[in-house]
């Protein structure tokens, strides 16, 4: 068994006066029991995925909003900028990530931070090969599958598990959704380099670090200041992409879609979960499946039938065995569900589908199409910028806010828990 406790700090939320924290990353000062039981009673918080807070750093359920980031539409401004202000930004393709480091290069980095054990070295060695697999050789669910998930399977195959659900937190926290994250941008990038290079195509990639990379160095143009540099950075570009392996409701395509950018997304199976999260949430009410529970996948057919479908649209391994449904699997789809899925671009966006793309081939072909036809990007540009001026400001974060908590208020009025 493995047991380290690294990244974990003490907290200094206050406890006695009433606030809202939003928590928009993984900080190790709120990522704690201690945090989360440090929640007064009339203290609020706001994270993207609000369960997580709850089921792992005793966060109380009642007191949470799930929100995502919200852009200042009036810093993004859609009014177009001068050409003398665009000249220097235009290209064909622009990239803004700082996720320039070589992946074997982190790797190390964090074997170097790890405690010196040979077990400890060797589930990470694992977890590297495992997520490159993934990346590589499964593009289309690549990056969606759960650090549970893949911690289950490096259980199977070496025989090595965490000792607690604390330090399987850690290492998901520490290690496998930073390397995942960085692996799947990556692999994007050389499907969008190698286009470019076939083509003579222009790619700006913006970024810490991107200078000594072996293979995209000579697009590297620097950092990029937040604010009127990447609205015209947005702007100057035919095409923007947005590239994240856990959705693609993020700040950068927040902030681009309100500066009227056109963006082309690399499709992530998050995206559209909605339609089977309905589906199997839909038949384990009719059916009344518990969690938790083992049953047998003839006995319940549809209930198999929709979380075999969920499976696989995670990119799991699915058999048509038994079926189990982890409580804490179903209450993340039920506060999806309960959110009307506004993190998911399939849901929040129209013209998602127009837009995104699967493997190298399907950008070329989006590309090709979308470089030729200035009219159709600002038509599909526009409709998706609605979107977010409806659902994703700053004045429709307060107003979701002010509402929450109202109604919080209100029912700790009427004596309801």
């Not at 060797?122 to 650090?147: H, K, M």
Request: with cysteine.
């Amino acid at each position: 068994m493995i047991d380290h406790h690294r990244c974990e700090y003490p907290t200094t939320i206050p406890g006695k006066v009433p606030f809202v924290c939003w928590i928009q990353g993984q900080l190790p000062n709120l990522t704690s029991r201690q945090a989360g039981k440090s929640i007064g009673p009339l203290d609020f918080y706001i994270a993207p995925e609000v369960d997580q807070f709850i089921r792992h750093y005793s966060y109380p359920p009642k007191q949470g909003m799930r929100w995502s980031a919200a852009t200042d539409h009036r810093l993004y401004d859609a009014r177009p900028l001068s050409d003398e202000e665009l000249a220097p930004f235009r290209c064909d393709i622009s990239f803004v990530s700082n996720q320039s480091k070589l992946p074997r290069v982190y790797h190390e980095e964090r074997l170097r931070l790890l405690p010196d054990d040979p077990d400890v070295h060797r589930l990470t060695d694992y977890l590297f090969e495992a997520i490159e697999t993934e990346i590589t050789e499964r593009p289309e669910t690549a990056g969606v599958r759960s650090a549970a998930s893949i911690l289950r399977q490096a259980e199977r195959e070496l025989g090595l598990a965490p000792a607690t659900t604390d330090v399987a937190d850690t290492i998901a926290r520490f290690y496998i959704h930073p390397m995942t994250e960085l692996m799947y941008r990556q692999a994007t990038l050389e499907w969008v380099a190698d286009y470019c290079d076939r083509g003579g195509h222009t790619l700006h990639l913006y970024g810490n670090g991107w200078e000594p990379h072996p293979r995209f160095s000579k697009w590297a143009r620097g950092f990029a200041e937040n604010g009127e540099q990447l609205r015209a950075i947005h702007q100057a570009s035919a095409i923007n992409l947005q590239s994240t392996s856990y959705g693609a409701v993020h700040q950068r395509l927040l902030d681009g879609l309100a500066a009227g950018g056109f963006f082309l997304i690399r499709y992530c199976p998050t995206d559209i979960i909605h339609g089977p999260t309905r589906r199997l949430l839909d038949v384990i009410e009719q059916y009344g499946v518990i969690p938790g529970v083992t049953y047998d996948a003839k006995s319940i057919p549809a209930p198999t039938d929709a979380w075999g479908a969920l499976q696989k649209h995670q990119g799991e391994p699915w058999d048509d065995g038994p079926v189990f449904i982890y409580p804490e699997e179903l209450d993340r789809l039920r506060s999806l569900a309960a959110e009307d899925y506004r993190l998911m671009a399939g849901a929040v966006f129209k013209r998602y589908h127009d837009v995104c793309f699967r493997s190298a081939r399907e950008f070329a072909n989006l590309a090709d199409r979308y470089l030729g036809d200035a009219d159709t990007r600002r038509e599909i540009a526009d409709s998706m910028r609605a979107s977010v001026v409806e659902r994703f400001t700053h004045d429709a974060f307060a107003r979701d806010l002010l509402a929450f908590i109202a109604k919080r208020l209100s029912e700790r009025d009427e004596g309801r828990p």
